[in-house]
């Protein structure tokens, strides 16, 4: 086993991918690599790696019956998940903040909300999947409002930044 210390500066960088590639290429026998600390066994599971983040989701889903509100919030929540891990990625949270009035009455497809049920989503994925994402929720007309947060790993443990701005009583 080799093992080889690489300064990542940026997942994004494709340097850095292309550098790693390089070394794989100039050790085809070796079985493995410890690059920061970590173990990669092929080129397709490191730049995995690389170009993984991890994003924050916060969606707004409708409530057509009041007693049964977190029912398309959980389908929502669900078809989302589903979509994740197809595409690779990794769900490490979802969290339902509950039935909140909206500040303001919101209009999607010509009807006129005025609450709605939040839920949060930590999740792993790749921009690709993330933009995808994004596409399917402005399509689901069962969605008030999204929005996806690039969350940043080293400040960030398992909490999300719902937790950091209404801390746990």
């Known amino acids: 086993m080799i093992k080889i210390k690489l300064q990542v500066i940026s997942k994004s960088e494709i340097t850095n991918l292309v550098y790693c590639i390089a070394i794989f290429a100039a050790f085809p026998a070796t079985p493995y690599f410890l690059i920061l600390g970590h173990r990669y066994s092929s080129v397709i599971e490191l730049a995995y790696i690389l170009f993984t983040m991890l994003y924050e989701l916060i969606a707004i889903a409708r409530v057509t019956n009041p007693s049964s509100a977190a029912v398309e919030a959980k389908e929502v929540a669900s078809t989302i998940g589903r979509l994740i891990i197809q595409n ?50 402005r399509a689901d007309p069962r969605v008030i409002r999204s929005m996806i947060l690039k969350v ?4 960030l443990a398992t909490s999300s930044s719902y937790d950091r701005i209404r801390p746990r009583a």
């Open 88 to 137: 690779r990625g990794v769900v490490r949270q979802i969290k339902s903040l509950g039935l909140q009035h909206l500040p303001k009455i919101m209009t999607k497809d010509q009807e006129h909300h005025f609450q709605g049920e939040k839920f949060l989503m930590l999740f792993d994925s790749s921009t690709s999947v993330q933009s995808e994402i994004l596409r399917t929720l």
């Open 152 to 155: 940043n790993d080293k400040k």
